[in-house]
Each structure stands twice: as structure tokens, then as C-alpha cells.
């Protein structure tokens, strides 16, 4: 009787998801790829939003002494930008490509606990309302993005912006947590039958390891946060030098955080390439274990080299050294990945659609920014160009020509199976030149103004020759690259009404998602094809030559010899 | 056996969630260590701690993980009245261990000693004040289990797993609790 009572209610409210309509169907939605599409585009408006922060800087720096804006506000923007595009775009619109893709690349009706997975958007969006409510309360933060005490202490910075910042982070990283948890204990307990750890797609691989990796960081921001809220509200002394407490041990904490995270960020883009670009070289992934593992080894290591963000304080030749040489050490597997993914293209046929154009350029551009990176580890060069625009050049580099272009691509290959169109070729091609184009105009010459000492989070510059020039082209280029946002959004408008009706499976993939219709159903599979492969389309559409029965005859053969 | 912790997703969700907690925790206790002795003002500080009295409540809380595993059993082996009382006590001692943390501040207030005072006291009331914080969440999670149990459940299998992984986090504040009651008041006072 009394299970009933438990039982009822939760399968009524099953069968009437997706048949609620409008605003209060999506409101009200547990359904994965609803709460998926949610992340995906509230993520969208943050990034115009974070965009339009970036267009008023660069216009305030297009010439010297500029009076655009105001010195704090200056201050303001540049905080949001960072914030808003690293807690409120990057992460959030990953957990929405994983929470939409992992249950179909897995062969599972929804992820393990769909309704965690809605409290997990909505306590994203209200912690991101909240960040931007502090403008309303005249007082945004302003003390950059990674709050650096004793700048983000109260005498410095006496309004509440700080404490919007820091109980806003703590809030939007509950929601991050949640979708963590989510995501592992979907991977662990919702497999379709054969699908071992072997078989998975590498962009669950990857939301996985990077799932353990958000467990292993957050924790760092949440203590950093509560320690700088306890000094601030609570007049504590953690950071306050006064009382004996120390600023670079919130330093300390943050970058344990803030290391990881810059993996966080990255990890779930490297899967979608993994995805993607075997699809369009027509070629099996070049070391699918190789790819896999050097992921674990790059979220064991991320947590090794925080204090690479801290050569300038001071820790002394020992700490310094060690600390380089573990950073560098990441480069190891992550120029490992860049090798599989050009081994992949490496004699396939390559079908140059969009989707592969932007593959392409986050394999160029992310070099690039992997390149510069290493530079960061040799302490010198670090003293040298320590906050200047060399390191806004090279964190753009991998986090817009890494994760945003790799994101990019990923929405050019998974926008037909979330709408059941294709998104427009032609426009999308005038997307990613506009985009790469923009993109390098805007941060490569960033590189030289950095390496001639122009300082970043400084509202105005005097009127020295090269500075001018550089930072005008660096002007234009964001604009160039505003105009390509704005392809992307029409893209987008135009392609969901009246784009090219795509089919199940336009690209002739090979993970489970193509198996279904597009927009998948509600229960998302009627039937699962048999899994005994990591690509069992493949197997499905060849029956002379799957994969399985291949790596067997492999071994055979090896055993005779 | 409750042994298997990665046999349902309830336990795979509070596993990975309280390995996560458990790193904030590391956090906080680290900034004690790391500023015990650097606290500026008052001599000797931790002379305000009472570790006999504080070790009292302690024990209850210690104790409410042998209960709460006695619920677990007596759910495993459908005894729903067992279960209800033992639960129950696990509730009394839980709250006691929070009644012996608000005497123990309000003691500490009554002597002005405030997160304010000095560093020692900010990571003293930031770390044990979190773990209270904690154990409190744990009283309203074992107040819905209570009225769970009234209403029926328990009886099939995922739902055993269910209660176990909120148990789970029952014994994760309490373990918790012996690393900061050694660490802030055995090592921190000797």
C-alpha cells in the first residue's frame, strides 16, 4: 500500500514529461536534453553578455587616455567579464552538452537523478542573477576575478560588491557540484548493456574525469570564498595582515581551485574533438586508451601546479622549481592528445564542413596558447610578463581558441540532433573565418604589448607609438569578432525555423545518439543497438566489418605469429 | 552488504559528495594548522578550550554512528520498529552534540572571544562552526528519514540502499568530527 503511495506520483510525472507546453513545461522540465538546451542557451546569453564587457574595454583602450569609461567601472567590467565568462559561460555550457549528450551516448533514458539535475541549472541561474543584481545595488565587484586579498578585503573594498562575488561563486558552484554527482553516478549505473569502460564514447571519458576534477576543486573556491566572507562580514583574520593572517594563503587556496579549473574548462572540449574529428576524417580515433588515459593524467596533474600562478610572490628557488617542473610536465600529455587528433586526420578523407573547420582551428589556435603556457613555466620569462597582456593573450588562447572554438564545433555537430536541422553551412563558414580572424587580430598582438610591458587591468595607457597601433588593430579585431557572434546568433534564429531538415544521422556518425531520431523522443531510445564497441553505429552499418570482430581477428592473427 | 559502495547510484552519489565535502574540510582545518601559533594578541589562545567537556559531547556524536548503523541493520532485516527507535536516539544524541557546541560558544561569547578576536579564534569558529552547520543538515535529513519511515518506506531494495546512503553522510560528519576534535583540540591545546 505505502509503496504505492511512493510509487504513484513519481511515474505519473515521467509520462508527462515533454507533454507540458510552453514557459511552465520548460520550468517545470526534469527531462535531461530540456534542461541540457536550458544550460546550453542561458550560457549563450551570459557569453553576449560577457561579450558586450569585452567590446566596452577594448573601446575604452582603442586609444591612449581615453575617457570611455570611468576608472572603477573599468574595474567592474573587467572583474564581470572574467567571472561571467569562466563561472557563468565555460563551465555552465559544458554541464549542458554533458548532461544532454552523456544519457544518449550511453544508451540511458536520462541522467541518474534528472530532478538534482534541474536544481542544478536553476541554482546556477539564480546565482548568475544574483552576481549581476550586484550592478543594481550599485556595486559590482572589482577586484579582478580572482579577488586577490587584501585588495578584495574591506578596507579596500568597503561596498558589497566582494560579497556578492564570493556567496554568488559559492551558490553557482553548488549547481556545478550537483551536475557533477550527476553525471558519475549516470556513467556508473546507466550503461547500456556492453557498453564497458572501454567502449565508452571519449566525451563521456572525458565529462567523467572531469566531473572528479570539479569534486576535487570546488571544494577550494568554496573554502576561499568563506574564508574572504568570514573576514569580510564576520571581521576574521584569515588574509589580514594585521591579525596575523596571511594574503598569500588565500592565494594559495584560490589557485588550488583555480588551476584545476583551467583543466575543467578544457577537458569536456577535448572531448567533443574526440568525437568529431574521427567522424570527419572517416577514421577510427588513433589511440583511443592513449587518449583516455592522458586525461587522467592531466586532472591528476592539474591539482600538482597551482603555484605556478604564484612565481611572482615569492616562494622561494626550491617551491619555484618544483612547481615548474610539474607544469611542464602537463604539457607532456596534453601534446600527446594534439599527436592522436592530427594521427586521426592524418590519411583520412576530411570532409570540410563547419563543424571540422572550427576542429581545426581549436587544434592551431589551443597550440598556440598550449605553447605559450609552457613559456609561463620557466620562472624567469613568468617574472617578465607577469600581469601583463601576455598572459591575457595566452589565457584567450585557450580558453577562446581551446574551449570556445572547440565548443563551437561541437554545436555545429550536435545542433542537427538537439533541433533536427542542420545549421547553415554557408553562414557557418562565414562564422569561423570572421571568428578566427577577429580572434587572432584581437589577442595575438597581445602577445607584443605584453612582452613591452603593457600592464593588464589598467583602464588607460599613455601615448607610446607601438602601444597605439597594437592596441587599435587588438580593437578591431573584438569587433570583427562582435560581427561573428552576431552570424552565430542569426545561424542559430534562422537554422531552428527554416534550416535543412536533417535526418537522424546527417554525418554518418558513430556513437549511440545517431541511433535515434532527431530531436530524440522523450524516453530517448525505442530500441538500442547492441554495444560491442566503442563505435557501435559502425558496427550496425558494416556487419562485414565491425569493429569487435576486427580486434579479434587482430589478436588471433598476433597469437598465431 | 552496505560494505559496497559503488553497488546503486544513491551510494555512488553521497561516495563521490562526501569525498568532495571531505576537501572543503581539509581546507579549513589546513588554515588552522597553518595559522595555529601565528595569532596575534592573547597568549596562548587555546587555553580557552575545553577539550574534557567538548569530548563529552563528542562521544554522543560517535555514538549516534553506532546507532544510526543499528537503524541500518534493523532496515535490513525489516524491522520497522527497530529501525524508528533507533533512529530516533541517533536524532537525541545528534542534537546533543549540537546543544554541547552552542553551550560551548555561547561560553566562549559570554568570555568575548568572537571570530574577531583573533586568528585563532576566526579558524577555531570557522571550522568547528561549519561542521555544526553540517551536522545540522544531518538532523534534517534524518527528520525526513523519520517521517520516510512513517509513511512505509524501507521495504524494497533500492530504497534500503537509499536510507544507507543517506547514513552515509551521517557517519562522514562524524568522522569529520574526529579529525578537527584531535587535530583543534587534542594537538591545538597541548
Same mark, same amino acid.
Given at each position: ?311 611572482? $610572490?615569492?616562494? &622561494?628557488? =626550491?617551491?619555484?622549481?618544483?612547481? /615548474?617542473? #610539474? ?6 600529455? !596534453? %601534446? ?61 588562447? $585557450?580558453?577562446? &581558441?581551446? =574551449?570556445?572554438?572547440?565548443?563551437? /564545433?561541437? #554545436? ?6 538537439? !533541433? %533536427? ?74 537554422? #531552428? ?65 | ?190
Amino acid at each position: 500500500m505505502s509503496e504505492v503511495r511512493v510509487a504513484l506520483p513519481t511515474i505519473r510525472k515521467l509520462e508527462e514529461i515533454g507533454k507540458r507546453t510552453g514557459i511552465f513545461g520548460w520550468v517545470s522540465s526534469v527531462d535531461h536534453k530540456q534542461v541540457g538546451i536550458l544550460y546550453i542557451l542561458t550560457a549563450l546569453g551570459w557569453f553576449c553578455i560577457g561579450g558586450i564587457e569585452a567590446a566596452l574595454m577594448r573601446t575604452q583602450l582603442i586609444v591612449p587616455e581615453n575617457r570611455f569609461l570611468e576608472p572603477y567601472t573599468y574595474n567592474e567590467i573587467f572583474t564581470m567579464h572574467g567571472t561571467t565568462m569562466i563561472f557563468l559561460v565555460i563551465v555552465p555550457v559544458l554541464l549542458g552538452f554533458s548532461v544532454y549528450m552523456v544519457p544518449l551516448m550511453i544508451g540511458a533514458r536520462d541522467v541518474a537523478f534528472p530532478r538534482l539535475n534541474a536544481f542544478g541549472y536553476w541554482i546556477y541561474s539564480f546565482g548568475a542573477l544574483l552576481l549581476y543584481f550586484s550592478f543594481f545595488a550599485h556595486d559590482a565587484p572589482a577586484a579582478g576575478w580572482f579577488a586577490y586579498t587584501p585588495l578584495s578585503e574591506k578596507p579596500y573594498s568597503n561596498l558589497q560588491g566582494m560579497d556578492f562575488w564570493a556567496i554568488c561563486l559559492v551558490i553557482i558552484g553548488i549547481g556545478t557540484t550537483a551536475t557533477a554527482l550527476n553525471i558519475i553516478a549516470t556513467v556508473a549505473t546507466l550503461r547500456v548493456k556492453g557498453m564497458s569502460i572501454r567502449h565508452l564514447p571519449l566525451f563521456v571519458w572525458m565529462t567523467l574525469v572531469n566531473s572528479f576534477v570539479i569534486l576535487g576543486a570546488m571544494p577550494a573556491l568554496n573554502a576561499a570564498c568563506i574564508m574572504l566572507l568570514v573576514d569580510r562580514q564576520l571581521y576574521g583574520h584569515f588574509f589580514n595582515a594585521n591579525g596575523g593572517g596571511s594574503p598569500v594563503f588565500y592565494q594559495h587556496v584560490f589557485w588550488n581551485f583555480g588551476h584545476p579549473e583551467v583543466y575543467l574548462m578544457i577537458i569536456p572540449a577535448w572531448g567533443m574533438i574526440s568525437e568529431l574529428i574521427p567522424v570527419f576524417s572517416r577514421k577510427v580515433i588513433y589511440g583511443y586508451a592513449v587518449v583516455a588515459t592522458s586525461t587522467v593524467a592531466i586532472a591528476l596533474l592539474s591539482f600538482s601546479v597551482w603555484a605556478h600562478h604564484m612565481f611572482a $610572490v615569492g616562494l &622561494g628557488h =626550491t617551491l619555484d622549481s618544483i612547481f /615548474a617542473a #610539474a607544469s611542464m610536465l602537463i604539457a607532456v600529455p !596534453t %601534446g600527446v592528445k594534439i599527436f592522436n587528433w592530427i594521427a586521426t586526420m592524418w590519411g583520412g578523407s576530411i570532409r570540410f564542413t563547419t563543424s571540422m573547420w572550427f576542429a581545426i582551428g581549436f587544434l592551431l589556435m589551443f597550440t598556440i596558447g598550449g605553447l605559450s603556457g609552457v613559456t609561463f613555466a620557466v620562472v624567469p620569462i613568468d617574472w617578465q610578463v607577469t600581469d601583463t597582456y601576455y598572459v591575457v593573450a595566452h589565457f584567450h588562447y $585557450v580558453l577562446f &581558441g581551446g =574551449t570556445a572554438l572547440a565548443v563551437l /564545433a561541437g #554545436a555545429y555537430y550536435w545542433f542537427p540532433k538537439i !533541433t %533536427g536541422r542542420m545549421l547553415s553551412e554557408p553562414l557557418g563558414k562565414w562564422h569561423f573565418w570572421l571568428t578566427l580572424l577577429g580572434f587572432n587580430l584581437t589577442f595575438m598582438v597581445q602577445h607584443s604589448l605584453g612582452i613591452l610591458g603593457m600592464p593588464r587591468r589598467v583602464y588607460t595607457y599613455p601615448n607610446i607609438p607601438e602601444w597605439n597601433e597594437l592596441n587599435l588593430i587588438s580593437t578591431i579585431g573584438t569587433y570583427i569578432l562582435g560581427i561573428s557572434v552576431l552570424i552565430f546568433l542569426w545561424n542559430i534564429i534562422y537554422s #531552428a525555423r527554416r534550416g535543412k531538415i536533417a535526418g537522424n544521422d546527417p554525418w554518418d556518425g558513430w556513437t549511440l545518439e545517431w541511433a535515434t531520431t532527431s530531436p530524440p523522443p522523450v524516453h530517448n531510445f525505442d530500441d538500442v543497438p547492441p554495444v560491442k564497441s566503442a563505435r557501435p553505429l559502425w558496427d550496425l552499418k558494416h556487419p562485414e566489418d565491425p569493429d569487435w570482430l576486427r580486434k579479434s581477428k587482430k589478436a588471433r592473427a598476433k597469437k598465431g605469429r | 552488504m552496505a560494505l559496497n559502495l559503488f553497488s546503486n547510484k544513491s551510494k555512488i552519489l553521497m561516495s563521490a559528495f562526501v569525498g568532495s565535502d571531505a576537501v572543503f574540510f581539509a581546507f579549513l582545518i589546513t588554515s588552522f594548522v597553518f595559522y595555529h601559533g601565528s595569532s596575534k594578541g592573547r597568549p596562548n589562545p587555546w587555553r580557552d578550550l575545553d577539550p574534557a567537556t567538548t569530548g563529552m559531547y563528542s562521544v554522543a556524536l560517535w555514538a549516534s554512528s553506532g546507532t544510526m548503523w543499528l537503524s541500518e541493520q534493523a532496515l535490513r532485516r525489516k524491522n520497522p520498529r527497530r529501525v524508528r527507535r533507533w533512529l530516533e536516539l541517533t536524532f537525541v544524541l545528534g542534537a546533543l552534540f549540537i546543544l554541547g557546541q552552542c553551550l560551548e560558544f555561547k561560553g566562549l561569547f559570554s568570555k568575548s572571544i568572537y571570530p574577531r578576536t583573533d586568528l585563532f579564534a576566526t579558524t577555531f569558529f570557522t571550522t568547528t562552526g561549519f561542521h555544526g552547520l553540517h551536522v545540522l543538515i544531518g538532523l534534517v535529513m534524518l527528520l525526513i528519514l523519520r517521517g520516510l519511515i512513517a509513511g512505509g518506506f524501507g521495504r524494497e531494495d533500492y530504497q534500503i540502499e537509499g536510507y544507507e546512503a543517506a547514513a552515509y553522510y551521517w557517519h562522514f560528519v562524524d568522522i569529520v568530527w574526529v579529525a578537527i576534535f584531535f587535530i583543534l583540540y587534542i594537538w591545538g591545546t597541548r
